[in-house]
């Protein structure tokens, strides 16, 4: 694109204050750029307290401020390094000297940076564990009340309807949603709490959905606030956005992706002829148990050797005569041994008696043999025992004084 320079259209001689000059400059950039669509990457991304968004869009040879006044659509969640398209209108903010583009439209530069955008946010989110498997949790089989997460009037309500109907009739709470655009996305998260907020008529399953659609269209479903409303969720939730070739966030998050809407609704509830067949399958193994139970007690029962109550009393009373049996032994066999006892008892003077002679006669053969053994009958034979310091002299050179000399019949100390 060629780009021509305009003529001045300011005479050289004419002098303005700084006020004066910035309003030109303001009022001709403002007429010559009434609006403007640059493309560029975005970076510095800035929200203020007040709502507005700042930010630069640039490419590798200049920066150009932007700035999102508060209340405009913003479709997406803007990211450092995200390519996009802005459509706005140029203006001067004369405080600071500085030209910037007032932003009335932002949109992605195609699907390829939607893409790496999306991949980014898809590595953030998993890396926080909201796509892991242990968080899936498992779609009842029977459930009664469904609720579903789209817009009343798309072709994904009506096809889930009709799939419902043709399957497994049960009852459908619809919150309207829109799936497209500036608020889809904060809709769908509102629609999935609400439902897990709900006490009195909660429903089994959640179903978010949605028809196909182009990439930029199906974006809500990839937004982190309808991923983390989705992982959160504690009713199993079914994914069934665009067709089978598309894959937004949401289906990562979910408990079940399906590939339609029509699909999720086959996901969550069984065929009427699924269910006919089961049963009938139950009621077969159940009769083939009972019958094959009810052959083993009759066996059991034919096995059985029932005795007349004739035979029954016959044995105990064999039974009691063999313990009336036991019973004497016993008893006689303790009164014999009372009766040893007590004759043991009589004879026990006797013993006694005899006993005690017998310790008489060796206490005095001991005495005698003590007696014989004493050195008094050696000194009763003229023999004296001397002693000095309580000890015995038996050699000549022992010999001192004091001494004690015994003899028979005492003791003399020389």
């Not at 930010?55 to 990211?79: E, H, N, Y």
């Not at 892991?132 to 072709?155: E, L, Q, Y």
């Amino acid at each position: 694109m060629t780009i021509q320079k305009p003529e001045p259209f300011v005479k050289p001689d004419i002098i303005f204050s700084v006020s004066d000059a910035a309003a030109l400059l303001k009022n001709v950039v403002e007429t010559a750029f009434p609006q403007i669509k640059i493309r560029g990457e975005l970076s510095q991304i800035t929200r203020a307290a007040s709502g507005h968004i700042y930010m630069t869009v640039k490419d590798a040879g200049a920066a150009i401020s932007v700035i999102i006044w508060r209340g405009t659509p913003v479709p997406f969640q803007l990211a450092d390094g995200l390519e996009v398209i802005i459509t706005g209108k140029f203006t001067t903010y004369p405080a600071r000297s500085n030209y910037q583009i007032v932003a009335n439209e932002i949109e992605m530069a195609g699907a390829g940076a939607i893409l790496k955008m999306l991949e980014e946010r898809k590595k953030k989110l998993a890396a926080e564990g909201l796509f892991d498997a242990s968080r899936k949790r498992p779609i009842p089989k029977f459930p009664n009340i469904i609720g579903i997460v789209t817009s009343p009037t798309g072709a994904a309500f009506q096809d889930i309807q009709n799939r419902l109907r043709e399957r497994f009739p049960v009852r459908v709470l619809l919150y309207p949603a829109q799936v497209q655009g500036v608020t889809a996305a904060a809709e769908v998260a509102a629609g999935i709490e609400y439902f897990n907020k709900m006490t009195d008529v909660r429903p089994d399953i959640i179903i978010v959905a949605r028809g196909g659609g182009s990439l930029e269209d199906l974006l809500p479903f990839s937004e982190e606030i309808v991923v983390r409303a989705t992982a959160a969720s504690k009713i199993p939730l079914i994914s069934g956005v665009g067709h089978e070739p598309d894959n937004m966030l949401i289906d990562f998050a979910a408990d079940i992706r399906a590939p339609t809407p029509t699909g999720a609704a086959e996901i969550a509830v069984p065929t009427k002829i699924s269910i006919m067949t089961e049963i009938e399958n139950l009621s077969h193994r159940m009769s083939g148990a009972y019958i094959a139970r009810f052959r083993n007690l009759r066996h059991i029962v034919e096995s059985l050797n029932v005795k007349s109550p004739r035979q029954m009393i016959m044995e105990r009373t064999q039974r009691l005569d063999d313990i009336g049996r036991t019973i004497n032994i016993i008893f006689m066999g303790r009164l014999n041994a009372a009766r040893t006892a007590i004759l043991s008892a009589n004879s026990f003077p006797v013993l006694l008696s005899n006993k005690l002679a017998t310790v008489r006669q060796s206490v005095l053969h001991e005495s005698q043999m003590l007696n014989s053994l004493s050195y008094k009958n050696v000194l009763s034979r003229g023999y004296a025992i001397v002693r000095h310091n309580n000890k015995i002299i038996s050699v000549k050179s022992e010999f001192a004084r004091p001494v004690e000399i015994e003899f028979m019949d005492g003791t003399v100390n020389i």
